[in-house]
């Protein structure tokens, strides 16, 4: 079975829309998203322009925030600050990765957790380590919403992730442990991959490299989410697993493109809704 994301991804985002509307009318709050992207990087400007026109599509305010590559932290910090004082704004993406003269660990430290839709603060990555989340990453949150969606029953589970990074591999691992999977993490150092992969009955792939994982390397009706985005030579998109051999084995898998990808956008989609209704309370 093909795990269909776009699909799931309507779902959610037809929720949202309803949502901004139903906040507009009852109490007059149009939910805003702030984007912030530093530099040139090529895929950051792709990512940063769909998420600014989907806000605009479901009716959100979606000010951005463009700077050439030699913004000095000091400035970024005092944007940051501006945005979270900013009545209007309800939640602050800064775009990753960050140049490399810039402190990345500081900025989202600076973000106000009420507004961090990305959930990157580490006041959010500890909520969700506590097991209360407040704002929930989006690409991690996004994997859950497509297991939820096909019905996938985690508890008890083997689930292993491969990669281990701050924006996916680390929390996707906790919301799988809330769900009472017995969780495994691969990385780079892990000395042999497919021993782990094969014992799991889900499989979560964000090692940011294509061909990582095999059809061999996957146990017969699994459930494997390839949360990659690799480009080939030919300039097509493919993920981190190879989907031809993959899906043979597999019971379910996401594709790329239209998997895991419309996800992470409907969930911070989804994020500043939540964050303008909480903030809305407040005000
Ligand atoms: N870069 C790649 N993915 C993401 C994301 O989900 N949020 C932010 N802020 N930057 C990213």
């Given at each position: 079975?093909?795990?269909?994301?776009?699909?799931?991804?309507?779902?959610?985002?037809?929720?949202?829309?309803?949502?901004?509307?139903?906040?507009?009318?009852?109490?007059?709050?149009?939910?805003?998203?702030?984007?912030?992207?530093?530099?040139?990087?090529?895929?950051?400007?792709?990512?940063?322009?769909?998420?600014?026109?989907?806000?605009?599509?479901?009716?959100?305010?979606?000010?951005?925030?463009?700077?050439?590559?030699?913004?000095?932290?000091?400035?970024?910090?005092?944007?940051?600050?501006?945005?979270?004082?900013?009545?209007?704004?309800?939640?602050?993406?800064?775009?990753?990765?960050?140049?490399?003269?810039?402190?990345?660990?500081?900025?989202?430290?600076?973000?106000?957790?009420?507004?961090?839709?990305?959930?990157?603060?580490?006041?959010?990555?500890?909520?969700?380590?506590?097991?209360?989340?407040?704002?929930?990453?989006?690409?991690?949150?996004?994997?859950?919403?497509?297991?939820?969606?096909?019905?996938?029953?985690?508890?008890?589970?083997?689930?292993?992730?491969?990669?281990?990074?701050?924006?996916?591999?680390?929390?996707?691992?906790?919301?799988?442990?809330?769900?009472?999977?017995?969780?495994?993490?691969?990385?780079?150092?892990?000395?042999?991959?497919?021993?782990?992969?094969?014992?799991?009955?889900?499989?979560?792939?964000?090692?940011?490299?294509?061909?990582?994982?095999?059809?061999?390397?996957?146990?017969?009706?699994?459930?494997?989410?390839?949360?990659g985005v690799n480009r080939r030579a030919d300039g097509t998109l493919t993920g981190d697993v190879d989907f031809p051999s993959v899906s043979q084995r597999a019971h379910a898998v996401t594709p790329v493109p239209g998997?895991?990808?419309?996800?992470?956008?409907?969930?911070?989609?989804?994020?500043?809704?939540?964050?303008?209704?909480?903030?809305?309370?407040?005000?």
């Amino acid at each position: 079975m093909i795990l269909d994301g776009k699909a799931v991804a309507q779902k959610v985002l037809d929720e949202v829309r309803a949502g901004v509307v139903r906040l507009k009318e009852t109490r007059g709050i149009t939910p805003g998203l702030a984007a912030v992207l530093i530099g040139e990087d090529p895929a950051s400007k792709v990512y940063v322009g769909s998420k600014k026109r989907m806000a605009a599509s479901l009716g959100l305010a979606s000010p951005d925030y463009l700077f050439p590559e030699g913004l000095a932290q000091r400035e970024l910090l005092d944007l940051v600050d501006r945005l979270n004082a900013d009545p209007a704004v309800h939640g602050i993406l800064v775009q990753l990765p960050l140049p490399k003269t810039l402190d990345e660990d500081e900025v989202m430290a600076r973000i106000a957790p009420a507004k961090d839709v990305d959930g990157l603060t580490p006041t959010s990555l500890g909520r969700l380590l506590a097991g209360a989340p407040g704002m929930v990453p989006c690409t991690p949150a996004g994997c859950l919403e497509i297991l939820d969606h096909y019905g996938a029953e985690l508890k008890g589970a083997e689930a292993v992730v491969i990669g281990r990074s701050r924006l996916v591999g680390k929390p996707l691992a906790q919301l799988l442990l809330a769900r009472h999977a017995t969780v495994t993490m691969c990385h780079t150092r892990t000395r042999d991959l497919a021993f782990h992969t094969r014992r799991a009955d889900f499989l979560c792939v964000a090692a940011g490299r294509a061909g990582v994982v095999t059809g061999d390397m996957v146990k017969p009706g699994a459930w494997v989410i390839d949360v990659g985005v690799n480009r080939r030579a030919d300039g097509t998109l493919t993920g981190d697993v190879d989907f031809p051999s993959v899906s043979q084995r597999a019971h379910a898998v996401t594709p790329v493109p239209g998997g895991v990808g419309p996800m992470t956008i409907a969930m911070l989609m989804k994020n500043t809704l939540l964050a303008a209704e909480r903030q809305g309370r407040t005000q």
